[in-house]
Structure formats: C-alpha cells, structure tokens
C-alpha cells in the first residue's frame, strides 16, 4: 500500500462506492425492478453524486460512458468477472488490462479473489500482475474478498471475513471489499485484521432503507472506511435519496436514525437474501 | 466502445455481414446445396453488393482472395473458429493474430464468444487481448455471442439472448452477433440490454425468402442493427435478390412485404432448424 | 496464402516432397526393409534427384546435414512431430521454432494438425504462431491435415478428407497434404474444396509400383499438385527408378503406364496398410 | 550460491529470521493469543531487535509499513504464500515480483517449495525464475524447503529432511529452511547434506521456552546457522525477553541454560504440535 | 548438431561425462556408501582427472563451486531435475535457464527427454527452446534420453534404446545419452540409429570393475563415444583408479582385461540393478 494510493477513490479517507458489475456477473435480471437501469448512462447520473466517491464497471460499459463523465466521475476499472452462465467452480476472467484502463481514465482497480477456490492460486498470480501494474501507474487497488469452495460452508462467518480483508492487506490491497459478518463484533475483527487496508462494506441484495442504513452505521462504528454498494441504489425508486443517507452516516459520521429522519419518504421492507 | 469504431463495417448504423466461414465450423457439407460456393471467390463478389458492409472470413481465405477483392469488399477478420470433428466442450481456438489481420486489411474482427461453457474464462480473456489490440488499431470489434454449455437448455431463451447482448457491452464488443429469441418483444429486450453495443441478427439455416425477411423485418422493428448472414444468402440459387430484399428492410426500413414485391421469384419453403 | 509463397517448394506449381521424418514419428524400425536408410546421408542424397522438390526432415536431421546440401536441396522444416512411444490423445511437439529453421536455410514450414483430436484447439493456436512467423519470413506453409480422435471412424472417408483440405485453406496453409480418400471423386472433391490451397497426396506405407503410381495418377487428374512421399521411395531397392517414375506423372502428366514403361525390372506386389 | 549473496540476512554468517507471513497462511486467528500482534507495526518493532537479522512478510505488509522501518529493519520479501481456505493439493501462489520486491527494497527473497506435492514441477519452475530475478539483483535467496504430498507420511523423518535441505542446494538457495527433524544427528545430517547453503530451524508453533531454547541449540550444534521463527517470538508475553535468549544461543554460542538463566520469568509449558 | 558443437566436452570424439545430480533425483541416500561425496567439492575433484571431459551438475552445486573450478572442470549445466519424493507421472523441472548456465561458464547443457510419458510433448518443447538457446550461445546439447512411461514395459529394450539414441538425433542432441541395452549387437543399432549424434552409455547403478569395465569395452567397440557415470565412480574407494581404467577404454581403446591389469586391487562384486 503506497501512501495515499487509495486517495484517489476516497474522501477524508472515506469510500462510497458505486458498483454496476451486475450486466456481467447477473445479467440483465438486475434491472428489471427498475427498467432504466438497464441503461448504464442511469448509473453513470447517480455516479456524479456527491457521496459517491468512485463508479466500478467493466471495460465494455466504460469505453462506452466514461468520456462523456469523465469530469465527473471517477472510474474505477472492474478488470475481472464473469457471468452466472458458467457454473463450475468459482473463477473469474480478466477482462481489463491495467494499462488499457490507465489509458481510459480509471483511477483505480477492482478486482475479485475467491480465496478458498481450487482457482485461487491462479487469481491470486492475476492478482499479482494487476497489483502491480497498478502500483507502477499510481491507481488505486481494491479487493472484492469474498471467500468462496468447497471448504466454506458459511461465507459470512467472521473468522472468514477476517481472514478476507487479511487477504487484501497481505496481497497489497488499498481497500477490501467484503460481505458483513453479521454483526458489529465480527466486523471491527475484521477492520483490525486488515491493518492499514480499509474496509468497505459490501452493500448486497436490496433491503429496506432503515435495514441497510443500520448495517451501514453499525459496519462505520466498527471501523470500516465506507462502502460497496449497487443493487441498493439502483433499484430503488429514488436512488439520490439512500445516496443522501449514506453521506450522513459514512462521510458525516450520523446515525441511521438522523440520516433517515431527512430522507421523506424512505422505505422499511426488508429484501431477499442474495448479495453482491 | 471508441466513437464510431464500428463505422467502417456499418451505414447509417446498420450492418449487412454477410458470413463465409462454413469451411471451417461446418466443413464443405455446407456447400453442397450450391457446389460452386465451395470456390470462395464466389461469395467475395457476393459481398461487393452493395447491402454488403463487411464480409467475415477466417485468415487462409482473406490471404487467398482478399487481395483482389480490397477495394470493393469490407473485411471482418473472424479471428476464433474450430471444426466440427472435435466435439469436446464448446471452445474455438484463435487462428489469427489481430496485427496479421490488419496489415491484411481487415477493418473489423470478429470473435466468438460461448458464455455459460467450461471454457467461458479462457475465451473471456483471448477476447480480452483480441479486443485490446483491435482498438489499439482502430478497428471495429463485434462478438459472436453464443451461449451454450451444460447449464443452458435453450439457447434463444429471451433471458439468454438479453444475457448474450449484455456480455456484448461489458466486455466492449461493438456490435454483438445473436440468435433471433423467437419474438419480437425478446429481440427488443436483448437490443435494450446491450446500451450502446449494437446488436444484429445471426442469420442461421435456410429458411423460406418471406419467413426470413419478415424475421429480420421483427429484429430491425424491435431495435437491431441488422444481420449477420451465410446460408440464407449462399445456399439460395438466387443470392443477389435476396440480398436486395435484406438491403430494403434493413437500410430502408421497409416492411418484408415491400422487399417481397421487389424480389420476383421469390422462394417461401421453410428450412431445418440448425444454426449459424 | 501469399502469392507463390510456395513457389520455392514447388516447380510450375506441381511439388514432390520427399518427407523424412519417420525416425521421430516412428522410430528406427522404419528403415529395417534397407537399413542404410538409417543414415540421413542416403535420403539427402535421394533428395538431390530433379524430381523432389522439397525434403521434409525434423531439426536434428537438419542441423546434422542440410549444410552439406545447401545448394542441391529444398530444406521443408517439419517443425512438430512426436514419438509413437507415447499412446495418448493425437497431439504433436513444436520442435522447431521458425526462425531457427529459416535460420538453417528452410524454405518452408511443415505442420501437423489433427483435426477432430482434444488437442486440436491448442494445435490450431501453435499452427497459427507458426504460419503467420512463416509468412514474416516467405516462408511457405504445408499443413499435414491429418483428423484424428475418437468422434472419427474412418480418417480416409471421403467427407473427412475434404474437410481437411478445407482446414488446410481456412487456416492459411499453401498446401495440404492428406491421405489418399479411395476414390478419384473423393480425391476431386477434395482437392475442389482446398480452393486456392495445393493438395498433395501423402505417400503411406510401401505398395507395388504399379499400384502407388497409378494412385499418384488418379490424384494429379483428380486435381491434386502432387505427392508428399517417404517408405515408397526410401523403402525400394531401387528408389531413384521410383522418382523417375514419379517425376513423369506428376510434372509431365504421363500415365502410369508410361512411367513404368520406362522403369525397368518394376516391382508389383502389394504393402499392408499403415500410413505416413 | 554466490559469494555471500546471503551475507545481507545473516552476521557472522548466523541467521535469526523473524517470519510474519501467518496471515495469509493462516489467518487472523494465529493473532488471537497477543491481540495485538495482529497489528504488523508491533512485529516490524519487535524486528528492530538486535538478534533479528531479516524479517520475512508479504508483498502488502511490506508495502504497508516498510517504508517506516527500512533503516532499521532487513526486508526479507516471502514470494509466495496462500490462505489455509484452500485445501487441495500443496501449493503456494507467487504473490510478488522479484523487481517489485527489489523496488521496496527487500535484500533477499523467500520462496516456499513443497518436493513431493504434485505441483512440485511447477513450483519448481517458479522458484528458478524467482532464484535467477534473485541473482541478478544480488538478492539472497531462502527456501522454506517443506516436503509435502501423498508419498510422504512423515514430513520430520531424518531422510526427508535431510533431501530437503539438499534440495536447497541443487536448486539454488543460500539458505534452506527446514523443521526440526528431531533428533541432533538427524539435523547434522540435514546441514552436511546443504553443503555450502546454510540451514535454519523452522521455529514451529509456540513451545516453552526451555524446550524451544533447548531445541535451538541442538541445531546450532548440529551445524545449523540459525533460526526462523514466527508464533515463539509474537505469541509470547515477553517476545524481547525470547529474542535475547536466542541472541545467545544463536550468535555468542551459550548453552540454552545460560540463555534461560539471563531470562527473567522464563516460561516452561509445552504447546501444540503444529507448525511454521 | 553444428559442427564440433560438442568439441568442448568431447576429446578426439570421445566423452566421460562425470554426473553427479544424485541429490536431487535420488536425494542425499545416495551418498550414504562414500558420505564424503555428500560435499560436491570432493566431486569437483575427481573432475579434474584427465579422463574426465565434463561435469554435470545442477544450477546451486554449479554456482557453490564452479568458481573455484572453472579452469581445471569442464561444466556441463544439468538444466532440468526433479527430485523422487515425486512419484507422478514422469515429468522434470527445468531448473535453470540457459543464459543463466552461461553466464556461470557452463559449455554444454543436459536435459532429460522421458520419450513415452505423458509429459513427452511438454518435454519435448522444453528441450526444443533449450536446445535453440544452447545453438545460440555456441553451447553443446547432451539428451539424457530415457523412455519412460505405461506403455513401455522394459526401458532397455533394444528398439527402445535405438529409438532413445534416434530421438536425440531427431530433436537436436549433440550427445544422447542412453542405458546399456544388454548386448553388443543392441548397442550397435543403437549407435547407428543415432547417425552423426554420439552415444554415451549411462554408468548405472555400482557394478564391480570387471563388470563396468567389460560393459563400456562393449559399448566403445559398438560404436559409443562414451559415457556417462556416477555413481560407479564416487561410490567406490578408489575412485581415481576406476578413472584411470576408463581412461584406457575410452580414450586409448584397450581391451577392459588390459585397464584392470593397471588398476591394483580393482572389485569383481556385482551390484544391483537400479540405474542412473
């Protein structure tokens, strides 16, 4: 971790940032609560807004956006994914090369490791060149850390967690983005075991305004630098109204609670359980 | 997707691809129905009509023809393709290098891509490098996107094919290559998926003058960019009204009828159901 | 295929190349029936006859020898090829690197490919780097299209050898070299869907002179440019008859008849059936 | 081995190697016994101690809190590591690059090579590379040398720590790390088995300080040079007090009663069977 | 094979390669008879007999004390070598690239060829790039060529062995070195196969003197340049005296009743059958 590599993609070392990998890792199943959002131009709009400290996309839907933001949004380039068409053990292809997505603008990299996959020596070795190309550019590296085989049997346990944001420390990450552990507890272990790599919360499937904003407020409190978040904006009806909430809570350090009271309007049913 | 990178294979925005690599995915068998379609040289004058913007043909046939043809024909280098007597996991193997393909003129590349298969991840990244290397010489890039694999039971299911024309955008495909989904209302959704990556027909099996021109009359209404087409132009004993027809419906927006009225003699037997 | 990039291996487009590599292919057992053959000398020699176009032989063989014949020979470098020791899935070694053969003097490159084998996805791709080297170099390009595996029953079926002529033109080769398909028609066909590619029939284990000549009779009328030959030469007592015999049917279009005519004391017994 | 191309990480040709890579390889929980430990500041301190004459961490640690320690601390880069959330077959990914190390200004490098795992040949491949980057910087080279796989049923047993260490040797390291094989005449056959590359003793998991002091100076008796140990220093309560005792043992040649004897409050509990 | 290509590591045609990469094929068991040759120096010694034309070592024991020997030895750089706590499919890392042999001094490389296993065709392209490096710096190429694998039952079969020498021609050897096929006749065709590659016998396991002595008469008479041998020399007591006996047979071809006349207290016990 370089001195202020990560600054790039975060603010007073906070980090909100927009994730829209989802035509790629889901398909276009994403969009269909909210149509629009088919349209990655939607996303982009929601990208300029002030909370959000950084877009991640793929290398298609950049080439195809990003000069016309450029100004306004700051890219973080997506290298890997792939999509749910495939169903053999958990991998995912590099899409993006670092100097390609240098080349387009992208302040930052954003990368999936499976630790725990029969491929993880394999991306961890991918992850290494990306690393590093990075570095050698002055970008940023993040960490998508999700634990993931044969060997897991609960993805979301906390000593997993914390093994996943150790990953992004002991590999080179600036920040590591990792599901919540499922409680307060387990996420500050996972924050200290992460040393000086940030944290962010992964924001998951949609759940209600109060649900989300809570785990947020609870995940900041445990020493975790922002968040991760895609399905939780977009498909939501009024998408600036959560990006205004999670400014409070991640940037102004308020409760869910004083966040909420000034968002008219906000939502309270929970979501299923899938996740980003 | 650079600005107008698809511009030297489409007009007005529109495609006519008219595609000649049967040799090799099929073998001569597919030349049977007009033996003198084995002789390439006869599909290149079919691709100087004007309704041609590109022809896609693999890297032995362009050196053996496209020489005499440059000034009047379009060429797609089809960079990836494989025989059918292997009949292993859906894979094609790269048989030309993108440099090679431009210093023999090609405008454009093509690549086939099959999601959902084992071996998606390695071709996700030799589309990568082709991708790249293609935009480094300005030239177009469109994806032969073809889902298949142990997980897919019906590869034109609409959600498949919306899937197929995302994978297009995200991995930075121009212009994405699909089968036709069976309805208007799938095509218009797959077209939707793919944002600013253009999206054309894949031609398939013969079919009858007026099924076919009243299919791609549907896909053009519910938002395509035109066709990619072999067999139902070089397996015709009259391929140049044929292609007159496609010319009216996909430049000049007319209906199927209207091209039928212009194209006397015009078959209407149906045809098997294979594909391109 | 580059204009008259085999030029150098063929004499007004007709060729008859000598292939030497069965001391890696087969081991020495193949040069019991005349067990001076075991000396690469004795073939360099046969290859200095007027009619042999080209000799085939592996690195080793070439390091070893070819300077002595500089002047006299064509040196065709079979850059892959791999003992029969090994009893797996059909693959072949690249042995030899195209700068190196060029290097040594090689006008051309020889390259096996099995077609319909599991490997030949990644022999397509080591195909490819070699060609496109060769064509850097003008060098000219024969491909050994031999399908193979186990979705083949008969790899002399008539539809089998077309389709290797074809991936012989598909994949970029000058000249393919198959097995005989039985039959005149079968040959014709072929050799119709090579197209601009040169066909040459692959010489096969020892028959009579009187059978392999008129099968080399039934080929160049068939359309092929010519023959690729081995046993049938270097396994006679009397091989530069053979080439004499050779050299009437292929460059002067003479039947067979009149080639053995002018071959005294002509053998006539037949061989078994293993092949080149 | 070149002229002291260890001398960087060693005094008076000894060796202590404080190695901190049990994140990766383990995860947070070999923290859990010193909480704060987790924090690799508190390792980088306990490394400006005297006797340690290299500290071996991973490419983010290093990057992380290198920057702070490189006039006081040795940087000893471990190359390759992967988490214990994969089970199969051992492994290790190479996580950094041999230029990259050199840039962050590591003096030598460490390489884990499991003989006798199925990916022996691999790993082998990768640590040459990494050995001649290694050489050509003048960077040492430390082979954590872990026979490992389905043939070994004892990874301690005198004959195969005895081919570890020479494996060292053949291979290319200065210094080979090796377990205890239990016996003084079994490491004294493991150290005249390294020839000119040294051997260290792999510290294990946490034992009494008698029985590791005691240990210690077995091996340096036997001929050893020196120690590389992790969870007996960190996980200890008085870590400085451990790391004088070892100072004597390993660089002024005491017995481990001499050291034990200069250590107040010295502990004597065994601990588990586990290991480094 | 270039001309003189091997004349650094051969006297008047003739070789004695002395092989000493026991520790890391067979491990440290192999010095158990003589543990003074555990050193390589005492090794390196015997190297600077007359008789001896190279040593073949591996890349550390090269870099440990070649300095000190590389105006009275002679190196031959064993690139590749696994160790046998591996017990898969016959496979060898090539442990050492060839810029990095000659840079140390090496004059010639050796590499292992397991004609027949699994691994042939990976082997073979491995030796492919070796050998072209080795053509590129002037250096010789020695075949340990071993046929190996299922389908060979009994590895000194005289068609295996005539097929081990033949592959060392065909592939590029300078020198192959090959197992003593039982009789004279065996070795005879062995050597012819080969053609202008010289054949070197493999020494074996410990033989008694008359045994050894009678075997290398054999081979010399039948055509060999040579051999190969390890542990016939540094497993006896008098190691210079068995050099100076093969001294005779090779290089002044006296009969080996004459070289044991010179030899006072030569051994007549036999040995047993494993092999180098």
Same mark, same amino acid.
């Given at each position: 971790?370089?001195?202020?590599? /990560?600054?790039?993609?975060?603010?007073?070392?906070?980090?909100? +940032?927009?994730? !829209?990998?989802?035509?790629?890792?889901?398909?276009?199943?994403?969009?269909?609560?909210?149509?629009?959002?088919?349209?990655?131009?939607?996303?982009?709009?929601?990208?300029?807004?002030?909370?959000?400290?950084?877009?991640?996309?793929?290398?298609?839907?950049?080439?195809?956006?990003?000069?016309? !933001?450029?100004?306004?949004?700051?890219?973080?380039?997506?290298?890997?994914?792939?999509?749910?068409?495939?169903?053999?053990?958990?991998?995912?292809?590099?899409?993006?090369?670092?100097?390609?997505?240098?080349?387009?603008?992208?302040?930052? +990299?954003?990368?999936?490791? !499976?630790?725990?996959?029969?491929?993880?020596?394999?991306?961890?070795?991918?992850?290494? /060149?990306?690393?590093?190309?990075?570095?050698?550019?002055?970008?940023?590296?993040?960490?998508?850390?999700?634990?993931?085989?044969?060997?897991?049997?609960? /993805?979301? /346990?906390?000593?997993?967690?914390?093994?996943?944001?150790?990953?992004?420390?002991?590999?080179?990450?600036? +920040?590591?983005?990792?599901? !919540?552990?499922?409680? =307060?507890? =387990?996420?500050?272990?996972?924050?200290?075991?992460?040393?000086?790599?940030?944290?962010?919360?992964?924001?998951?499937?949609?759940?209600?305004?109060?649900?989300?904003?809570?785990?947020?407020?609870?995940?900041?409190?445990?020493?975790?630098?922002?968040?991760?978040?895609?399905?939780?904006?977009?498909?939501?009806?009024?998408?600036?109204?959560?990006?205004?909430?999670?400014?409070?809570? +991640?940037?102004?350090?308020?409760?869910?609670?004083?966040?909420?009271?000034?968002?008219?309007?906000?939502?309270?049913?929970?979501?299923?359980?899938?996740?980003?």
């Amino acid at each position: 971790m370089l001195d202020d590599a /990560d600054s790039a993609i975060t603010r007073d070392g906070k980090a909100l +940032i927009l994730a !829209y990998d989802h035509g790629l890792e889901h398909g276009p199943v994403d969009f269909e609560p909210v149509p629009e959002t088919t349209d990655p131009g939607v996303v982009f709009d929601l990208a300029t807004h002030d909370a959000v400290t950084a877009l991640a996309v793929g290398k298609g839907v950049a080439e195809a956006h990003y000069p016309s !933001y450029e100004d306004d949004v700051t890219l973080l380039a997506k290298l890997n994914g792939t999509s749910n068409l495939w169903m053999g053990e958990p991998d995912s292809a590099v899409n993006w090369s670092v100097d390609y997505a240098h080349d387009l603008g992208a302040d930052a +990299i954003g990368f999936t490791y !499976y630790g725990g996959s029969n491929n993880e020596v394999e991306m961890a070795e991918e992850f290494r /060149d990306a690393q590093e190309a990075a570095r050698h550019r002055d970008m940023g590296v993040v960490m998508w850390s999700y634990p993931r085989g044969q060997g897991l049997k609960n /993805d979301r /346990d906390p000593k997993t967690i914390a093994y996943a944001t150790r990953l992004g420390l002991e590999l080179g990450a600036d +920040i590591a983005k990792v599901k !919540y552990p499922g409680s =307060a507890d =387990a996420m500050e272990w996972a924050c200290q075991s992460a040393g000086k790599c940030k944290v962010v919360m992964s924001g998951g499937s949609k759940a209600s305004d109060r649900d989300f904003l809570e785990t947020v407020e609870s995940a900041m409190r445990a020493g975790a630098s922002g968040l991760a978040v895609g399905r939780n904006i977009f498909q939501r009806e009024n998408p600036e109204a959560m990006l205004d909430g999670l400014e409070k809570v +991640i940037f102004e350090g308020t409760t869910a609670e004083e966040a909420l009271d000034a968002m008219p309007g906000a939502e309270s049913e929970p979501a299923a359980a899938s996740d980003d």
